[in-house]
């Protein structure tokens, strides 16, 4: 059954923080070698065109997923906005070990733009909108499969919302971590930088987790619906 496939153990997690080269290193070669990877970004808003990488979430099989903090510890500005406003300046950027952010961007980019790995997101328009931007890696993601996308193809009309967390609920009976959960709501909200990597990983590894999922359960559809 679909619930089979897809269902969220808590024994078969294993959310791992990466904060040094050679584990990023292990992590993107074990995509390469199977030629898939799910990818999230954490930014400081929804507007892609403003918005500033904070970290990147990646999955390789159900359960066996990252989050790599780039931007962690940044202060906010003066205009104190929750979702946006943050100042990435050395000085101001406090001391959370992780991976100097050029130095991310450089192993990256050769797997996030290899033909032969297929990059699987969540509304991945955003995603790649995000990374193009010279101050974002000025990354070129591709090739991309989109499971936004394929619940619009499969199901439009069926299951109400194409958002996320909506289709964890409905396809995998898994009630996702929110971004209220972890940063507040309303005036008392923090940015997402503003949080320390280990209290922002399971939210972030989570999303990239689902998302494969979530195609794996979609994608065989496609043919054999012959949508």
Known sequence: SNLEIGRVVAKDIDYELIRDC???????????????????????????ADADLVGVSMALAPGKACYVPLRHGAVMNDQKQAQAGLDFSEATTSS????????AIDLLRPVFEDPSVLKIGHNLKYDSHVLSWPRNGEIN????????????????????????????????????????DICGKGAKQVP?????????LNYAAEDA?????????LKPRLGRERV
């Open 22 to 48: 050679d584990s990023l290193v292990q992590f993107l070669m074990a995509a390469k070698t199977q030629g898939f990877l799910a990818v999230d970004t954490e930014t400081t808003g929804l507007n892609a």
């Open 96 to 103: 959370h070990p992780q991976i100097p952010f050029q130095l």
């Open 192 to 200: 997402f930088g503003s949080l320390a990597p280990e209290a922002a």
């Open 209 to 217: 987790d689902i998302t494969l999922r979530l195609w794996r359960l």
């Open 141 to 180: 993601l591709y090739p991309v499969d989109d499971t936004m996308c394929l619940s619009y193809v499969l199901d439009s009309g069926r299951v109400g919302s194409h958002s996320l967390d909506h289709l964890a609920k409905y396809w995998l009976d898994y009630d996702t971590i929110k971004f209220s």
